[in-house]
């Protein structure tokens, strides 16, 4: 007791109470509530512990008190204890704890303690508060609450709020209730009913809550019958709402309504019936889709965007390919295109089972290619043959985008040839191999000539040439496989800069690692995980190209030593270019 009431030392006093908390009598207690009162939180923090673990009733007023400390170790803490305790005076201020900043551990503790608690009257008075938080703390305490219950009265008004906490609280609780599908999709037809009237951020609430229960039969049906409606704005949410969602069977109505609109002239429609069949025939791993999607592949009417999209969305692309889908992707990434264009033809390529001839027909156009381009083009080449074996070298001995190869990568695809194609391609493999010494001196040689570039120049090269947009973002465009560079001239030296253009694969941004991934199915894929889930991963493998990947269907995910962004860029450009460029992204801040 003198410990805590005249020493100075924090961690005498500290060690005090955890030194009483092992002692089982009243004196003990009472000592240690002393601590709560300490004017270091850590010493509190020790008390509030102690007071729990004891289920010390005396302290409840001054735990309540301390859930409006500044320090959010110790408000966890109390709530923890008043929780153990479950004196239900505490609900009250539990509830006015749960605040905006407070943090997904802090939350969790608050929510939990009103749980142990267990006064579902109590509780209910948060639906009632002018904060968000207090309302979604109050809806979770309930509905994991034993002997309390929610009702989807009470959570219908909040699918609807103005704030996204509650509206996401609201469905991720309906989700947790297929008892409550029936007024959901009341819920939903109402909404469809006014789709042309939504505004954007509504269109996208709606959108997200139809693909989360489009698992449900009598959320399909609201889908269904407004797919059978003329209303262009409800089919075109509908059909994006398809395909943001996770269905295992096709129902017939969609089925029906996908195929005849990839028929239509509406393009933005059309566009959204396409992403649809892309998402169901990969989820339901059906064919359904692909003659209507082969039909608008090769329809020159259309706009080269919609092809390339039809040609992605193709479950499984004939062998040899399509005539005349080969002869459309060969134009797509000439050099003329436009980057995106060209990236996301070099995908479906990398894809595709090609016929001999068709693998000579490419090779012939490798030397014109960029490094994005030709990292995906070598994985068409599947011949074993040393004729098409030395055609390939001879190519990539000309190729623009060589040094966008990775050694290990070009001697993976060198590796089913003939010996004697290998030996040919040893002079190419020496000279993608890492030299660190040459990789420092040929960072200080680019170094020196970056002076005196252009921005406005750096910023056309951006978004051409270099293609960087294809993958990052800049502002509110560009691509998700690369770090956002919107202000990377804050955060990176240009010697930094250089560095991941030369050599991408020296280091990897935290969240953007590539991962290579093997399915059941024996598919083999590169890209950066976007999103993970409890039941699938979202995966980048390709500008503008997405995979929605079932975990269970997935036999090995490790990450790759190699960067998705491919290396050699610095040589694609001229010393001018560069410095533009370095310029450009200096300027971002």
Not at 35 to 42: R, S
Not at 115 to 141: F, W
Not at 248 to 265: D, Q, S, T
Request: glycine letters at 8%; hydrophobic letters at 45%; proline letters at 4%.
């Amino acid at each position: 007791k003198r410990i805590l009431a005249k020493t100075k030392s924090t961690t005498a006093r500290r060690n005090t109470v955890w030194a009483l908390t092992r002692i089982d009598n009243p004196q003990a207690r009472s000592i240690t509530r002393l601590g709560l009162a300490d004017g270091d939180p850590t010493v509190q923090q020790a008390s509030a512990h102690a007071a729990g673990l004891r289920r010390d009733t005396a302290t409840v007023a001054q735990l309540m008190g301390l859930l409006k400390s500044k320090s959010q170790h110790l408000r966890r803490e109390a709530a923890t204890a008043l929780g153990c305790i479950g004196d239900q005076r505490a609900a009250p201020a539990l509830l006015a704890a749960a605040q905006k900043g407070n943090g997904r551990v802090l939350e969790h503790s608050l929510i939990y303690a009103l749980i142990e608690i267990g006064d579902a009257k109590g509780t209910a008075v948060g639906l009632q508060s002018k904060n968000p938080h207090t309302q979604r703390a109050a809806l979770i305490a309930l509905d994991q609450m034993p002997g309390a219950f929610l009702t989807a009265m009470q959570l219908l008004p909040r699918l609807a709020s103005d704030e996204e906490v509650l509206r996401k609280t609201a469905l991720w609780l309906f989700e947790r209730h297929p008892e409550m599908a029936n007024e959901m999709a009341g819920f939903l037809k109402k909404q469809l009913a006014r789709a042309a009237a939504l505004s954007n951020e509504e269109r996208t609430e709606l959108e997200r809550q139809l693909a989360g229960f489009a698992h449900d039969p009598a959320v399909q049906q609201v889908m269904t019958d407004a797919l059978a409606t003329e209303a262009r704005a409800t089919r075109w949410l509908v059909f994006d709402a398809i395909a943001g969602a996770s269905v295992k069977k096709i129902p017939a109505a969609w089925g029906k309504a996908v195929e005849a609109e990839l028929a239509g002239r509406d393009e933005a429609v059309t566009r959204a019936a396409l992403n649809a069949a892309h998402t169901l025939g990969r989820a339901a791993k059906s064919k359904a889709f692909n003659a209507a999607l082969l039909k608008l592949a090769i329809d020159s009417k259309r706009s080269a965007e919609l092809r390339l999209g039809a040609i992605a969305a193709i479950t499984e692309l004939s062998a040899p390919l399509d005539a005349g889908v080969f002869s459309f992707l060969q134009m797509q990434v000439a050099p003329g295109q436009p980057a995106m264009r060209r990236a996301a033809a070099a995908s479906q390529f990398a894809r595709a089972k090609l016929s001999g001839a068709q693998q000579l027909a490419l090779i012939n156009n490798m030397p014109a290619v960029g490094p994005l381009e030709l990292t995906r083009l070598l994985r068409a080449i599947t011949a074993k043959d040393e004729a098409t074996g030395r055609a390939l070298i001879a190519a990539l001995a000309q190729a623009e985008g060589l040094g966008g190869l990775s050694e290990s990568g070009l001697r993976s695809a060198l590796a089913p040839f003939p010996a004697a194609v290998q030996e040919a391609g040893k002079p190419l493999l020496k000279k993608l191999a890492i030299d660190v010494e040459a990789q420092t001196h040929r960072l200080a040689e680019l170094e020196s000539g970056i002076k005196g570039g252009d921005i406005g120049r750096g910023h056309l090269i951006f978004n051409g040439k270099a293609v960087c947009i294809t993958c990052h973002k800049m502002g509110y465009r560009g691509g998700k496989m690369g770090p956002d560079l919107s202000r990377i001239g804050k955060i990176r030296t240009e010697r930094d800069l250089l560095e991941a253009i030369a050599y991408p694969s020296a280091s990897f941004v935290r969240g953007y690692e590539p991962m290579l991934v093997k399915t059941k199915s024996g598919e083999q894929l590169a890209g950066v995980i976007l999103n993970e889930a409890a039941n699938h991963l979202e995966l980048a493998v390709g500008p503008a190209l997405e995979r929605k990947l079932p975990r269970a269907d997935i036999a090995e995910l490790k990450p790759s030593p190699i960067s998705l962004m491919p290396a050699g860029l610095d040589r694609v450009l001229s010393k001018q270019e560069l410095a533009d460029l370095i310029a450009f992204l200096k300027s971002l801040r």
